[in-house]
């Protein structure tokens, strides 16, 4: 699902050519991708991915995937929902464009999705006890974060499926439901269970509430793992997709970095892709036929020869939270 920000580039614009704000810092050039430190991996890597819908994986990290694959390390990605509240898409997706999409055809929608990111993961050299897939509400991560997020309430039901817990094969909490609580807990036991040496998780600046809520779930998941296991030592590294017209200033054949952003207390890291790996990227991004139906420009235009990460300072989160800062977005 497209954030408001993207949602009016992609009417304005409905391409890949988009002009920069008059206040942007300028691109970065090839010399200054070259010369950023990177993210590196190898055969001891155990690499966690927090995506909030399948296909953000392959955006942020489908060549940093290829790495991990050819380094021979582990892999885990956790879907965080099916991305099955995408309207859009659902009507692009339905043979007569309906109107108003049913239950069933949201249900269906989020199924789909689920196979491409079984395909796509595929195509990148993984199989399938490499895919984790919550089944938590597309849209509601952030009222899950504040109002929906303990028993005290009934639990969330989303609007797209009319569901209020996830289906019987995604739970890993018994009896979880759309609770706030219980999306953590599991992030937490993913977490104990899989002992990542990396994870990659979203920015909390990125501009698809989605995405801003799912930093705030893995650092409360990951703040508990701790309090358990203190000498726990994980990389975090994040990614972003969602920010304002970026990356789609230009068509250039890196990616830019995401111009009025700071790059954490790393500093931005670079990962190349050769055009091989490019090639592979876009290839595993054309599996998501629901996403390239209706955005192709924005999925492609990710597929270039670098992928842009940082690091963020330690965590200090602890959810619920009275307000959720994502909903500005």
């Given amino acids: 699902m497209l954030s408001r920000s993207l949602r009016a580039v992609a009417l304005l614009f409905g391409a890949v050519s988009v002009a920069l704000p008059i206040d942007a810092q300028p691109k970065a050039t090839e010399q200054t991708a070259r010369r950023a430190p990177t993210v590196s991996v190898d055969s001891s890597t155990r690499m966690l991915v927090i995506a909030p819908h399948p296909d953000d994986e392959v955006l942020a990290a489908g060549g940093l995937l290829q790495h991990l694959r050819a380094a021979k390390g582990a892999l885990r990605v956790v879907y965080l929902t099916d991305g099955e509240g995408y309207r859009e898409g659902v009507q692009a997706e339905a043979q007569d464009h309906l109107i108003a999409p049913t239950v069933s055809d949201y249900r269906a929608y989020g199924h789909q999705r689920e196979h491409e990111a079984r395909a796509a993961l595929r195509l990148?050299?993984?199989?399938?006890?490499?895919?984790t897939f919550l089944g938590f509400p597309n849209g509601g991560l952030t009222r899950l974060m504040t109002t929906y997020w303990s028993e005290h309430r009934r639990a969330y039901r989303s609007p797209?499926?009319?569901?209020?817990?996830?289906?019987?094969s995604e739970t890993l909490v018994p009896d979880a439901e759309f609770r706030g609580e219980d999306l953590s807990e599991e992030l937490a036991q993913i977490i104990g269970d899989f002992a990542p040496t990396m994870i990659l998780v979203p920015r909390k600046e990125d501009q698809h509430a989605d995405h801003c809520a799912a930093w705030f779930f893995l650092s409360d998941a990951l703040g508990a793992v701790r309090r358990v296991h203190?000498?726990?030592?994980?990389?975090?590294?994040n990614y972003i997709i969602h920010y304002y017209s970026w990356?789609?200033?230009?068509?250039?054949?890196?990616?830019p970095?995401?111009?009025?952003?700071?790059?954490g207390v790393s500093g931005w890291l670079n990962v190349p892709l050769d055009a091989a790996q490019a090639k592979v990227k876009g290839a595993a991004l054309a599996q998501y036929k629901s996403q390239m139906d209706v955005m192709g420009w924005f999925?492609?235009?990710f597929a270039r020869r670098n992928e842009w990460f940082s690091r963020p300072a330690p965590p200090r989160v602890a959810l619920p939270v009275r307000r959720?800062?994502?909903?500005?977005?």
Avoid: H, M, Q, W
């Fill in 247 to 255: 990356p789609f200033e230009d068509d250039a054949p890196r990616i």
């Fill in 124 to 131: 990148l050299g993984f199989g399938a006890g490499s895919i």
């Fill in 230 to 237: 203190p000498g726990l030592d994980v990389d975090l590294v």
């Fill in 257 to 263: 970095r995401p111009p009025g952003l700071n790059g």
């Fill in 299 to 301: 999925l492609i235009g």
């Fill in 160 to 168: 797209y499926t009319r569901l209020d817990r996830p289906s019987k």
């Fill in 324 to 329: 959720s800062v994502c909903d500005a977005f």
